[in-house]
């Protein structure tokens, strides 16, 4: 694959405008389809805010910006502006592997030079970067005589919104530190501290999601409400209450606002990768997305143990056989948990036990990674740390050395436990500078991650595309052991316009027995079919089919998921509804066949589909998986019913789908 092309590019630079004085009132840029507005303006008091407004409907009211430091004067107020610059850009690149091949970028840029009027006369920029689809902002800090080291305490920006919408939100490090929440609809009123991405559903019919990009040597941005229709940012802190240490010149990461008609103009939307930067990564022909399975639903069922013992799971003859099945099946990895020394006891309790580079002695990395190589199947590697990020950081150029050496390109993280290092949050600066470490070094090393317990995406994925997935939301895992009872089948239906606007998610579907026992009394909740429609609608080029190898043996839904790709060339979201019924179709990397995938939450559902993005001109054989007679998630998950068709374009399709239920369709192009 190549990295990035520029197929035609368009930067226009339209001029540094020097100010003699703050004489003009309002700086105004306009998306290059002119139907977002960005307004910024400096008040009587000489503080820096910013409006937004689409189509003439108001999306942020008059919000202010700034920061404040320790043991220095605010920059806040007192500014004058000094000079603007506005560029133009329309740029069209290729990702490594995505929801879309070709990405385009066509923004309108505001630069606004602020200088404090009195005193000091510190200097910031600040950023606007319109976009059709929203806008995304920062604060970029000179290197200047009266501003070098600083300790951010405040970051002032605000989201002021005209009235008190509807916001999905999850909340911050109260139900855990890691986003694993159920988005919930409340008015923004009955709010306090929100997670991003939070998408709105406002009371003047638009969709609006925030977020942030390029999240680097920062501390993550979540939303604090301060009115009823008012959040500001609110920095995760350190232990010690700062919230980023810096020093001039810096650049924080931008602030997004995805702006939609509907909820699938925010789940299509490029803006957090436009924001970040190309790939650092210059030869990236050994990223390959795949599809694995594991040594791994069996321990959170507790039929196998992580930890050495009668039931261990990750043995060298276990491993073998699940090689074998994944190389029958064309699967490309088989991950392996609890290989390594550190997981007996109380694995959660403190990480500093775990070597990453002994393995327990039932389990032969020589012998195995030699096995999968002639059954041409890679180990996928795993590197648990228990949030022990320092004893994990003096193993790991150590650990991803022998992981290239032994053949094994991808490696799964993990890092439960409440804090990193017993006392820092996963999303702090800490943690940021952390998870940037291992990103950087497994590429050193030609590692891919897949990263749970991660920090939010922000797009990183776009300057190093070895970073392939997260975790960072709900997935299959809590079907297993949820005091809860698992994940709801409205849970799924909020993904791709909540948690997916932060990226790739390795939510884990796949499973095909719905009658395991566990002793938290938890169980899937979807039908079968929804969990084949699952691997189309959670965009994620590492997918795992999640559940015992002996519960896909011989069974005629596998083939979708043997087939199902893991990566798109193109995208689009049809009718959905935030938290009641998602339908997404995607085109293969190919660029040949189509595949669909539409679920329901706990009502069942008639969906009418024009299939109108098929290519034109074309027919398709569509292979359908739909909910058969009687289904149910409750009661009865398993019936499925497959059917092919000829179809084109023009035709409709009528989907039936269960309570929990889904329909999953691959549409193969026929030869003319
Ligand atoms: C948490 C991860 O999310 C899960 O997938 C993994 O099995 C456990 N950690 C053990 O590492």
Redesign the pocket.
């Given at each position: 694959m190549k990295n990035i092309v520029c197929k035609f590019c368009l930067i226009t630079f339209l001029g540094l405008v020097l100010l003699s004085c703050s004489s003009k009132k309002e700086y105004k840029i306009t998306s290059p389809g002119k139907n977002n507005e960005l307004i910024f303006s400096l008040t009587k008091m000489g503080e820096p805010q910013y409006r937004l407004s689409s189509k003439g409907k108001s999306v942020i009211e008059p919000s202010l910006l700034g920061f404040e430091f320790e043991g220095i004067k605010k920059m806040t107020e007192g500014f004058k502006v000094i000079a603007v610059e506005e560029n133009q850009s329309d740029t069209i690149w290729k990702q490594a592997w995505g929801e879309f091949k070709m990405v385009r970028d066509n923004h309108n840029e505001l630069i606004v030079h602020l200088k404090e009027s009195e005193g000091e006369e510190r200097l910031v920029d600040l950023i606007f970067r319109v976009f059709d689809d929203g806008l995304g902002f920062r604060y970029s800090f000179p290197k200047q005589a009266h501003l070098n080291q600083v300790r951010i305490t405040n970051e002032i920006t605000q989201f002021t919104f005209p009235f008190d919408h509807d916001v999905w939100w999850i909340p911050v490090h109260s139900e855990n530190s890691y986003y694993e929440s159920f988005y919930r609809k409340t008015a923004m009123s009955k709010t306090d501290t929100i997670n991003t991405p939070a998408t709105f559903e406002t009371k003047n019919q638009l969709y609006i999601a925030i977020h942030e990009a390029n999240l680097t040597d920062f501390a993550s941005m979540t939303l604090l409400k301060t009115t009823d229709r008012q959040y500001k940012s609110e920095l995760v802190p350190w232990a010690d209450g700062i919230k980023v240490y810096t020093q001039t010149p810096f650049k924080t990461p931008w602030r997004t606002i995805i702006v939609g008609d509907k909820p699938g103009d925010l789940a299509i939307s490029s803006l957090m990768l436009n924001l970040n930067e190309p790939s650092k990564i210059k030869d990236i022909s050994w990223i390959r997305p795949s599809k694995y399975i594991g040594i791994?639903w069996g321990?959170?069922l507790e039929k196998y143990s992580?930890g050495q013992g009668d039931k261990h799971g990750a043995t060298t003859k276990k491993t073998k056989e699940y090689i074998d099945f994944a190389s029958k099946n064309k699967l490309d990895g088989v991950l392996v948990?609890g290989w390594n020394e550190g997981w007996d006891g109380d694995w959660t309790a403190d990480g500093t036990s775990f070597s990453f580079l002994k393995a327990y002695p039932d389990f032969d990395l020589a012998e195995i990674t030699k096995y999968a190589a002639i059954k041409n199947v890679r180990l996928i590697g795993?590197h648990?740390t228990a949030g022990a990020t320092k004893h994990y950081e003096s193993q790991l150029e150590a650990a991803f050395k022998m992981y290239q050496k032994a053949g094994v390109n991808t490696v799964k993280t993990?890092y439960?436990n409440k804090y990193l290092d017993k006392k820092e949050w996963h999303d702090s600066q800490y943690g940021v500078r952390h998870y940037r470490k291992v990103i950087e070094t497994a590429a050193k090393y030609q590692i891919m991650i897949d990263n749970?317990?991660p920090v939010k995406g922000t797009g990183l994925q776009r300057t190093y595309p070895n970073l392939m997935t997260q975790?960072g939301g709900r997935?299959q895992?809590y079907n297993a052991w949820s005091p809860d009872g698992g994940n709801t089948p409205t849970h799924t239906t909020t993904l791709a316009f909540t948690r997916m606007l932060a990226g790739p998610f390795d939510y884990t579907a796949g499973n095909f027995n719905f009658d395991y026992k566990t002793a938290s009394g938890a169980r899937v909740q979807s039908t079968l079919a929804n969990q084949l429609a699952l691997y189309v609608i959670i965009f994620s080029p590492l997918q795992m089919a999640s559940d015992l190898p002996e519960n896909y043996e011989s069974k005629a839904e596998f083939k979708f998921i043997k087939e199902v790709p893991c990566i798109w060339s193109e995208t689009q979201v049809l009718d959905s509804k935030i938290g009641e019924y998602t339908t997404i179709a995607r085109k293969d990397w190919e660029e040949q066949n189509w595949y669909l995938g539409a679920i329901t939450n706990e009502d069942a559902r008639k969906l009418s589909i024009t299939l109108g993005f098929l290519d034109k001109g074309e027919t398709y054989q569509a292979e359908v998986y739909a909910d058969g007679p009687d289904a149910d998630y409750k009661t009865n998950p398993y019936p499925v019913v497959i059917s092919t068709k000829v179809v084109d374009d023009k035709t409709i399709l009528d989907l039936d789908l269960a309570p929990g239920g889904g329909t999953a369709i691959k549409f193969t192009l026929l030869k003319k």
């Open positions: 791994w321990m959170h992580w948990e795993h648990e993990g439960v749970h317990e975790e997935g895992e």
